[in-house]
């Protein structure tokens, strides 16, 4: 099928105003909010580099550069680490900035996901002929769903996104798929996408993580939407064009864990989740949660 097995880009937006985490997104963007001590947009760019991206299109709306320079070097605090021998901070400083190359694409207006992924467009090459597009408020584990993605659009061509199985009351909070069999269990051909719809009238319980691997189709299908769900662009409605004319599109169906780090609850989910399973602050934290609880 001649579709290559690399994925070059990566667009993750991180434009939106962060209002869940006022008054703290007054000043720090949402995605530098940490998990534990790293912040969310460390993971996703992580991901993106673990399936072969070698560029993060980070969009970003104006004010919230900073999400960008975190993928800066900083030579004087690795400078004065170094000379406190304090390796395994140095480490620590210096992964962001060599696990892949940080762009900004500035979203001026807040017109929606669909037009967010759209202002990647001018940044792309010729060589991308699909793009991956991360949503950091998801986190998706284990890491990995995206070379898994890679391989499924390899084998079907087209767009390949993930989708996880949620309670129907929760539909409501996302794209939601109508799908048909293939013959392995855990990918499904999708045909039909639709925005947040209400729990009745969902055409399943099949919910798009924030993992997408689109064909490049999907710029000239984000020129003709127009707003839909909230008002807003969605790249739900680009996709759903893009099925419409024919393309193929798939879903791998994530049995993993979800979190969803766009809610100050999910985000304290996360870091509890992922500090019990740190060695050195895990067994203390499971006591103390033990006790508290009680
Ligand atoms: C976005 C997408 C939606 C997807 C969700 C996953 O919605 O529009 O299709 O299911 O992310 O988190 P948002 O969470 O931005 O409302």
């Avoid at 960008?68 to 400083?93: I, M, N, W």
Wanted: aromatic share 4%; net charge negative.
């Amino acid at each position: 099928m001649g579709v290559s097995m690399n994925v070059r880009t990566a667009v993750v937006p991180a434009a939106g105003l962060g209002t869940r985490f006022l008054p703290t997104t007054k000043v720090v963007p949402k995605e530098l909010l940490p998990v534990v001590d790293t912040p969310a947009i460390e993971y996703v760019a992580a991901e993106a580099a673990q399936a072969g991206a070698q560029r993060l299109v980070l969009v970003v709306s104006p004010g919230k550069e900073s999400v960008a320079t975190y993928f800066d070097p900083t030579p004087d605090l690795e400078a004065e680490l170094r000379g406190r021998d304090k390796d395994a901070l140095l480490d620590k400083v210096r992964r962001a900035p060599e696990l892949i190359r940080a762009e900004v694409a500035l979203q001026d207006k807040p017109l929606g996901l669909g037009h967010a992924v759209g202002c990647a467009e001018p940044l792309l090459d010729d060589s991308d002929d699909a793009v991956a597009v991360l949503l950091p408020d998801d986190l998706v584990l284990p890491a990995g769903v995206l070379s898994t993605m890679a391989a499924v659009r390899q084998r079907y061509g087209g767009s390949v996104l993930c989708a996880f199985d949620v309670p129907r009351e929760q539909v409501s909070a996302y794209g939601v798929f109508t799908v048909d069999g293939t013959e392995e269990e855990d990918v499904k051909r999708v045909l039909g996408m639709v925005e947040k719809p209400a729990p009745e009238a969902a055409p399943s319980t099949l919910a798009a993580a924030g993992r997408y691997l689109l064909d490049r189709a999907v710029f000239g299908a984000l020129h003709r939407i127009v707003p839909g769900a909230g008002g807003e662009l969605q790249l739900t409605d680009a996709i759903a064009l893009l099925i419409d004319d024919g393309h193929p599109v798939h879903v791998v169906v994530h049995r993993g864990v979800r979190h969803d780090l766009g809610n100050p609850a999910g985000l304290l989910r996360a870091s509890v989740d992922f500090a019990l399973r740190d060695p050195e602050m895990g067994p203390e934290l499971r006591s103390w949660l033990r006790d508290r609880v009680e």
